[in-house]
């Protein structure tokens, strides 16, 4: 027994060393961000900001946040850098410059950077390969319904966090026989860990009551009863914060039919791409949810749902929502905390008014209606 109990007591001190990095960047941002400051940008009293605009409606959404960052006199300089596979504008050259940017700022804001289907010789796609380089394997997506606006279910509040350096988007390809693919799905107990304590302790840290693991260990019993497993050994070291498990398909029937029951989500990559935007469709879709993806050092704030909504480039009509709340998100990481309540505040205002909304919330304003709302909604002191 004192064998078994020394056992678990080293086990535990690993679990605790491994996720220290990654709860240190999402817990105690600010000292970490002030210190790798430039001299320069601290005595100014101004954070420089990563920023890559992206594909799609991607550059219209960022010229919405700097509109209400410039109009909320927010102390934020952005480092801009385009990165696109579809314009041709990606080379590893320009990642390294934005890998670069990021060691210096720590924090970014990022539009969806779009992946061609076609195969052009590399299987990793640039945003792939950026989310490797910074080691983002943590991605958050807080679904929450937005006062005002009515959808089939409301007043929902659940997070999925999704771990996304591995499983089935390790870029791990091949033609085995003439009309056979392999695709190799990655799960190793390094990374399964990891991810499970990070969501344990976002469930400590932000008051939450139960961690479900989602997978789909009854058909790949050695990759996802992997995952499965040390779930339930971190589950051991949270005993305050109820576990449970779900397979991935029942899981998104019981999202469409009672979400109430959901707290906090932790599951495998590719189950969280499709769950992030199953959950962003309960509450108004891809244009109201915010996410944000970190590393033990980085943290990248983004759209929850990544679309790059191409067949709305140029036509004014993208809901600014998901980005202005992403990025107040990030000034809340960077311990802005007035700038980003008076920022979501002023969202949330417009959106509960009602009279100011976008398209995929059924109105009829413009992009720019809802951006010039959001900032005389502004309470600037």
Known sequence: MAALSAGRAAAAGLLRAQSLGAWRALGTSATLLQQAQAKSHRAEGTFQVTMLPGDGVGPELMHAVKEVFKAGNVPVIFDE?????VQNTASEEKLDRVVDSMKESKVAL??????????????????????????LFANVVHVKSLSGYQ?????????????????????????????????????????????????????????????TAV???????????????????VAELYPKIKFDTMIIDNCCMQLVQNPYQFDVLVMPNLYGNIVDNLAAGLVGGAGVV????????????????????????????????????????????????????MISDAVKKVIKGGKVRTADMGGYSTSMDFTQAVIDALEVQ
Request: proline share 2%; charged share 25%.
């Open 81 to 85: 850098h385009h990165l696109s596979e």
């Open 215 to 233: 997978h789909k260990a009854n058909i790949m019993k050695l990759g996802d009863g992997l995952f499965l497993q040390c779930c339930k050994e």
């Open 110 to 135: 990022i539009g969806k950077i779009h992946t061609p289907m076609e195969y052009k010789g590399d299987l990793a796609s640039y945003d792939m390969r950026l989310r490797r380089k910074l080691d």
């Open 290 to 341: 915010p996410g944000e993806s970190y590393s033990a050092e980085y943290a990248v704030f983004e759209m929850g749902a990544r679309h790059p909504f191409a067949q709305a480039v140029g036509r004014n009509i993208a809901n600014p929502t998901a980005m202005l709340l992403s990025a107040s998100n990030m000034l809340r990481h960077l311990n802005l905390e007035y700038h980003s309540n």
């Open 151 to 211: 959808t089939r279910h409301n007043n929902l509040d659940l997070v999925i966090i999704r771990e996304q350096t591995e499983g089935e988007y390790s870029s791990l390809e091949h033609e085995s026989a003439k009309g056979v693919i392999e695709c190799l799905k990655i799960i190793t107990r390094a990374k399964s860990q990891r991810i499970a304590k990070f969501a344990f302790d976002y469930a400590t840290k932000k008051g939450r009551a139960k961690v």
